[in-house]
């Protein structure tokens, strides 16, 4: 069993930066892939990033990809998302989720899901 506990969000001018955190509870959390998802008014949940249990491989959707970094620190049971540049198709509800074995960009392979942090970038 996996808990998750996002934090970090907030408003931001278009082009600034912030920085999400995602706090685990569980010896396992180790071992489970870590994405974030992202999901605006009116519209579907949508893939932004994951991480490999290790580290050694991340994803990215096209959106994002130069503007955003994904992390995690095993030992601290963290997850991070940095995310610069950011624009105003950025604005969205943020969530941590968490998945045994591979990578997946599609939310219904996430077995654990925190209760989400708003990010709204003003244009």
């Known amino acids: 069993q996996v808990q998750l506990v996002e934090s970090g969000g907030g408003l931001v001018q278009a082009g600034g930066s912030l920085r999400l955190s995602c706090a685990a509870s569980g010896r396992t959390f180790s071992s489970y892939t870590m994405g974030w998802f992202r999901q605006a008014p009116g519209k579907e949940r949508e893939f932004v990033a994951a991480?490999?249990?290790?580290?050694?491989?991340?994803y990215y959707v096209d959106s994002v990809k130069g503007r955003f970094t994904i992390s995690r620190d095993n030992a601290k049971n963290t997850g991070n998302l940095q995310m610069n540049s950011l624009k105003p198709e950025d604005t969205a509800i943020y969530y941590c989720a968490a998945k045994r074995g591979v990578y997946r960009d599609y939310a219904s392979s996430y077995d654990y899901w925190g209760q989400g942090t708003q990010v709204t970038v003003s244009s």
């Open positions: 991480i490999s249990w290790n580290g050694g491989s991340t």
